[in-house]
């Protein structure tokens, strides 16, 4: 399904951007043969990430069944879906906190399954992580904040790690707060903060687990502005879940949708906004009605009742 020399904007073919089927069932022979001889144009567009025909279960419990995306340098994609539907969880599994139990996670060319822990650990500096309610520590400052990913994973003298950290608050605009406590940031401050101390380390691969969440539609604007122009100064590729429609289809290049443990549609913000599929457009026009369900899987009611009866 990807093509390297097709994929240099978008990670699937224009056709088959909106797609309704599971990406399990798409045929596997647009897939280079394996033997090919790989060019330097191919090494250049390998994607800085890519899944395949991931599962992973919690326990008995499956929540992704066959997931395949592949994000490229330089792109920022969305992830939506509903609650539940595992959107923390494959930022899980790309970041290697958790482990694929069937397909292949790669990262800048490399499996996460087969990697040893400290081979991970390396990779792992490779990546800033913006986790849900990801909050900062409060009995240190905002500098020192943004300092912490630095004296935990370089041996930077101290003017350096000083200037870089400096450079980051300046690119979220925060410069002038690095001596303010956490407490006495707004909600909007604290969330740049984040953003600067997610990408201190200059990542190859940003990963943004609900970003907007909570902020004011001001420093959801902000915040969002900044993921974008953070992904291109670093010349990463960027990943966010959330739920915020209107903002990620302004400025982000490629859009998946997961439902019940698969990719169930996927575009650019184009072809999102001009879809007539169900399910997207549930999503993009917020309807309460649709494909999403609204209800928990659970027995009938009927059953539930004869039993309250009996
Ligand atoms: N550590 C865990 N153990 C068991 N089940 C979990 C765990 N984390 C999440 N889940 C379940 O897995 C499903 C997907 O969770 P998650 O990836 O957090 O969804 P989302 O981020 O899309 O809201 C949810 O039903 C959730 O209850
Ligand atoms: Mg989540």
């Keep these: 399904m990807i093509v390297p020399s097709m994929c240099a904007g978008h990670p699937q073919p224009m056709n088959q951007a909106i797609s309704n089927e599971p990406t399990a069932n798409e045929s596997p022979s647009s897939e280079p043969p394996s033997n090919e001889p790989i060019s330097s144009e191919s090494i250049s567009n390998e994607p800085v990430v890519r899944l395949e025909q991931v599962r992973f279960a919690y326990g008995e419990r499956e929540i992704l069944r066959g997931v395949d995306f592949a994000v490229h340098r330089g792109q920022l994609v969305a992830i939506m879906g509903g609650s539940g ?3 923390t969880t494959l930022l899980r599994l790309i970041g290697g906190q958790l482990h694929a139990n069937a397909g292949k ?3 800048a060319g490399q499996d996460l399954g087969a990697l040893s822990t400290s081979a991970l650990y390396a990779l792992r500096r490779r990546m800033g992580m913006l986790f849900q309610f990801g909050a900062l520590f409060t009995d240190m400052s905002v500098f020192d904040n943004v300092a912490f990913p630095l004296r935990e994973h370089t041996d930077l003298p101290f003017e ?9 608050l300046h690119a979220v605009g925060l410069r002038g707060a690095a001596a303010l406590m956490p407490s006495e940031l707004s909600g909007g401050m604290a969330r740049r903060v984040a953003l600067a101390r997610a990408v201190a380390l200059d ?3 940003v990963l943004y687990d609900e ?7 001001i420093s959801l604007g902000v915040t969002g502005q900044l993921i974008r122009q953070l992904n291109d100064a670093l010349g990463a590729a ?18 998946y949708f997961v439902s019940d443990g698969v990719i169930v549609a996927r575009g650019t913000p184009e072809e999102i906004r001009a879809s007539d599929d169900p399910f997207v457009h549930q999503f993009v026009h917020a309807e309460a009605h649709g494909p999403v369900p609204f209800h928990y899987p659970a027995p009938p009611l009927a059953s539930l009742l004869d039993e309250v009866a009996a």
């Design 85 to 87: 539907s595992g959107k």
């Design 105 to 107: 996670v790669t990262v």
């Design 160 to 168: 350096l790690i000083r200037d870089l950290v400096l450079m980051k």
């Design 203 to 205: 990542p190859l691969l």
């Design 211 to 217: 970003p907007f969440a909570g902020l004011d539609p």
């Design 238 to 255: 960027s990943i966010m879940v959330t739920h915020d429609v209107r903002v990620s289809l302004e400025l982000v290049d490629y859009v």
